[in-house]
């Protein structure tokens, strides 16, 4: 009995080996190679794999060098399903290429065979794209189409290409002259650092042209003589996109150039080196609307050919194996009134702190002008800024009052101090003894009554103040502006002398020019002006408001961006009898105020609030001056961050704009 079961068992044995075996085909070897083939050609490296007809180190090498024109670009490779016959299986891989814009799809077969033990790649170059044949490298090309042109108010053309000249060292005519002499002579004619170029000319290789700067043909001093004087230099014509003068609105509209490689990196793909890109402003917004798409070549072309030997064959060589259109850019329409931003910038040439002019037309909420002067520093003061707006923010305790069933000819306390929990508040410096005491609303605007306004905080809540500012399109959010902005910041929550301090525009309360510019439109107006810059903010396939890199920081008197985040909308909205009333007392700063200056301003009469903030830690501390205007179907607010007064620093900068717009 025990040899039966010993002999039933050795037959059990032999009858599951044997089964074992037959299912035992050799698939998951050639599934595992087939796996470690599609990792390999992933990274653009075989160095591993294991070759039949050629070793793995030059395989690694063919590879590399028939990839070479695409890095650092890898594909993403996958195997499919594999199929079986004896000792050979044939795999698909399929391949994903990110180039440019694009997706270079494409799928090939490839061949395993078993030998011994191990699985063999059968190498072909045919491995790595459909139809390539030994001895042929991949090539690309990209033809950017020209950079949409930024458009202003009636199409005037605010960006486009403008003639240039690239001044230069091209090295291969220097014959025998000293590169260092060259370089360092031309740097000292165009100011550039003459170390730095140095150090570029002698690094290039010696069929490089070496651009020192690149000057627009349009006035250049620099003449063609005095750089053909030195050995070795030239200036090349060329155009680039630009604006009429070198500083036209340019923190709004950014500057374009060639793309650095952290942006190129950034890209996902969309850019390339040489490509050229917007940075800051509208250019870098609006950058893949404006740029358009480049056209992408890959092709296959036989190695080394000679540029004899290309001219010779059809389409110089190359078999296209993949293909991107180009497509132009689409314009960008803005709103900006290129005469008014010249005067706006050719006003603020004389300011030396950082400062802004915003004119918009209250009717449309178009956006005229968006100055930011040199003392800004780049920074978009304009409509970045956050500044505390002083006393142009009694345009809001207005309204809150009125609403509270207040009218211009209520009357109000003006003392000459007052004092909210151990804090004194008192009126500006030369404030008129007559109008102190118990006097109008329109009296105390008029000539800026800090104390009657501060007086009113039991009666005008912090919420109410936040409200109508609201109503006056003031800190809420601009969705048809089509332009990154701070449309200010009001709390709605505030006791004490805080709440003393926003009645008066300090405290928490910040505003831009730009939302200055939009209250005082809003009072014109007679209801919320909703500002518009940018007219076809979807024109692109770039996603409208996008940016993808923070403008430069705020001077010292702006505000850290921890500001509350605005209104979805704004609120009750100011009707035409509230804006009829604000602008009645507006007017009394011009007819019976401290900016009857304004007066003679030809055309509709003017309606004005200055404003006087201070700031900082100093004694006495720095002031922000501040002065919005309403002139007809224009609105403008003027900006300087470390001014003195309003009406006597911005007032004279406001009427100079207002006399000579027209």
Not at 21 to 34: E, L, P
Not at 147 to 157: S, Y
Not at 356 to 379: E, K, T
């Amino acid at each position: 009995m025990g040899n039966f079961s010993k002999l039933s068992a050795a037959l059990i044995g032999l009858l599951l080996g044997a089964t074992l075996v037959a299912c035992d085909d050799g698939r998951a070897g050639a599934q595992d190679a087939a796996k470690q083939l599609a990792s390999a050609v992933s990274a653009l490296d075989v160095g591993s794999v294991a070759f039949e007809g050629q070793e793995s180190g030059a395989a690694n090498e063919q590879l590399k060098e028939m990839f070479k024109a695409l890095d650092p670009v890898k594909p993403a490779v996958e195997s499919g399903e594999l199929e079986l016959e004896a000792d050979t299986a044939t795999v698909p891989l399929n391949y994903s290429w990110k180039i440019g814009s694009g997706e270079w799809k494409y799928t090939v077969s490839a061949q395993l065979k078993k030998t011994g033990d191990k699985w063999l790649t059968v190498w072909t170059p045919e491995l790595l794209v459909p139809g390539l044949a030994a001895g042929e490298v991949l090539g690309t090309s990209n033809d950017a189409p020209p950079r949409a042109d930024i458009l202003g108010a009636g199409g005037a053309k605010l960006v486009t290409e403008r003639p240039v000249v690239n001044v230069g060292i091209d090295k291969p005519l220097l014959a025998d002259a000293d590169p260092a002499e060259s370089a360092t002579r031309l740097a000292e004619l165009v100011g550039v650092d003459a170390a730095a170029y140095v150090q570029q000319v002698q690094s290039a290789g010696p069929e490089a042209f070496v651009t020192a700067i690149t000057l627009r043909q349009d006035g250049r001093t620099i003449t063609d003589e005095q750089i053909a004087a030195i050995p070795g230099a030239r200036a090349i014509a060329d155009s680039l996109p630009l604006a009429p003068t070198r500083t036209f609105a340019r923190a709004l509209l950014g500057t374009v150039g060639e793309a650095s490689a952290e942006q190129i990196e950034k890209s996902g793909g969309a850019l390339q080196a040489g490509d050229t890109t917007g940075t800051g402003g509208l250019q870098q917004q609006y950058d893949a609307q404006l740029r358009g798409t480049s056209g992408t070549q890959v092709y296959a072309e036989k190695a080394g050919l000679t540029a004899e030997e290309r001219r010779a064959l059809p389409n110089g060589g190359r078999r296209v194996l993949f293909q991107i259109d180009m497509k132009a850019g689409a314009p960008l329409k803005t709103t900006l009134d290129p005469k008014l931003q010249q005067l706006a910038e050719d006003i603020l040439g004389k300011v030396d702190p950082a400062s802004a002019i915003v004119a918009l037309r209250p009717s449309s909420g178009a956006v005229l002008a968006a100055a930011s002067g040199p003392g800004s520093n780049g920074y978009d003061t304009a409509l970045l800024g956050q500044y505390a707006p002083g006393s142009i923010f009694k345009i809001v305790d207005s309204l809150a009052m009125i609403r509270n069933g207040m009218s211009p000819d209520s009357t109000v306390d003006c003392p000459a101090t007052l004092t909210v929990d151990g804090r004194t508040f008192k009126n500006a410096e030369g404030y008129p003894a007559a109008s102190l005491g118990s006097v109008t609303l329109r009296d105390a605007f008029a000539h800026s009554c800090n104390t009657a306004f501060i007086n009113a905080r039991d009666k005008v809540s912090q919420g109410q103040l936040e409200s109508a500012a609201t109503s006056l399109g003031v800190a809420v959010e601009a969705p048809a502006l089509g332009a990154g902005a701070f449309l200010g910041s009001v709390p709605g929550d505030a006791s004490g002398t805080e709440h003393a301090a926003s009645m008066i525009g300090q405290g928490k309360v910040l505003m831009s020019p730009l939302a200055a510019a939009i209250m005082a439109g809003s009072v014109a107006k007679g209801s919320p002006v909703s500002a518009q810059l940018v007219l076809n903010p979807d024109a692109g396939d770039a996603v409208a408001g996008t940016a993808t890199a923070a403008p430069a920081g705020p001077s010292e008197g702006a505000a850290s961006s921890s500001a509350p985040a605005p209104a979805k909308s704004s609120g009750t909205p100011v009707t035409a009898a509230e804006a009829a009333a604000l602008k009645d007392m507006m007017r009394a700063v011009v007819t019976s105020g401290h900016t009857g200056f304004l007066a003679s301003v030809p055309g509709a009469p003017v309606a004005a609030k200055t404003g006087t903030a201070e700031f900082g830690k100093d004694n006495p501390p720095k002031t922000h001056a501040w002065i919005v205007a309403v002139h007809g179907d224009l609105a403008v607010a003027v900006f300087v961050e470390e001014g003195g007064l309003g009406a006597t620093v911005s007032g004279p900068l406001l009427k100079e704009f207002l006399t000579t717009a027209g």
